[in-house]
């Protein structure tokens, strides 16, 4: 489903709505680019706030769809993660100010996604959780992302998070400075539309070039270290051991041995 674009006075709010828990795929990747090419159709000017529906901004990956992907030929996947790397690289560099109201659950590629916008907000919620637990599952993270996530939370942060798995409380997401604040479920987007209009209109352009200023180390370490290093990615998700633990881990998560 088509994700919606709601004005709040100047700012364009983005519900991400693909699927109930936006676990992401192809089909999440198409609704991204769909939503950003309206954004810069109809509202090029407008500062963005990007949230989820119910109770998760998003799973991550569709495991269902990527686990059987990531059983094949390494040259499939090498084409599946050119589309995936584009969705979050367009969010990282999208040049106005993008504000992410994290409504629930973000696992893995949702908290990916979280990270590419420039400020984060939480619900305050007892009961969500939040991880980047690819390599726990036996997916290799990207370097770009890992680029990302550095720029996004700082070297030990990203480092922390990234090699153990470790799943957290919106508790821990302020207190680590994964989000800059948290509301409660009733005012997340009111909250969000307020920072994203922190920003002038008549300041717009002067965010955009500062963003890409601050940004051009990364943007820098993504071209000339983190693009040979995903080179090696398909062979690295592919490989014997990661398919043993995408196999066990599918059959911890479902009850059931995998069907690929």
């Not at 192809?26 to 509202?43: G, P, Q, S």
């Not at 569709?62 to 050119?82: I, Y």
């Not at 993008?98 to 009961?127: K, M, P, Q, W, Y």
């Not at 995408?246 to 009850?255: E, N, P, S």
Request: net charge negative; with cysteine; hydrophobic share 45%.
């Amino acid at each position: 489903m088509s994700w919606t674009i709601e004005r709040r006075g100047r700012v364009a709010v983005v519900t991400m709505q693909t699927n109930p828990v936006n676990a992401q795929n192809r089909e999440f990747f198409v609704d991204l680019h769909d939503a950003f090419d309206r954004l810069e159709e109809h509202h090029a000017r407008s500062p963005v706030v990007l949230t989820g529906s119910g109770e998760r901004f998003s799973a991550g990956l569709d495991l269902g769809e990527h686990f059987p992907l990531f059983a094949g030929d390494p040259e499939t996947v090498r084409t599946w993660f050119a589309d995936y790397r584009a969705t979050n690289v367009r969010l990282f560099t999208y040049p106005r100010p993008v504000v992410a109201a994290i409504n629930g659950h973000a696992f893995a590629g949702g908290l990916i996604t979280a990270a590419a916008c420039d400020h984060r907000i939480v619900a305050a919620s007892e009961s969500a959780r939040f991880g980047i637990n690819e390599v726990p599952i036996g997916i290799p993270m990207p370097a770009v992302y890992l680029r990302i996530l550095q720029y996004a939370w700082g070297e030990p942060v990203a480092a922390r998070l990234s090699l153990h798995g470790e799943v957290i409380s919106g508790a821990d997401l302020l207190r680590l400075g994964v989000a800059h604040a948290s509301a409660s479920s009733n005012e997340l987007l009111d909250r969000a539309v307020a920072v994203a209009e922190l920003t002038p209109d008549d300041c717009i352009d002067q965010y955009a070039f500062t963003k890409r200023a601050l940004q051009a180390p990364a943007l820098r370490d993504i071209e000339a270290l983190s693009d040979p290093l995903d080179e090696l990615l398909p062979e690295a998700m592919t490989s014997p051991d990661a398919r043993h633990a995408h196999r066990r881990y599918w059959a911890t998560l479902k009850g059931r041995p995998p069907h690929w």
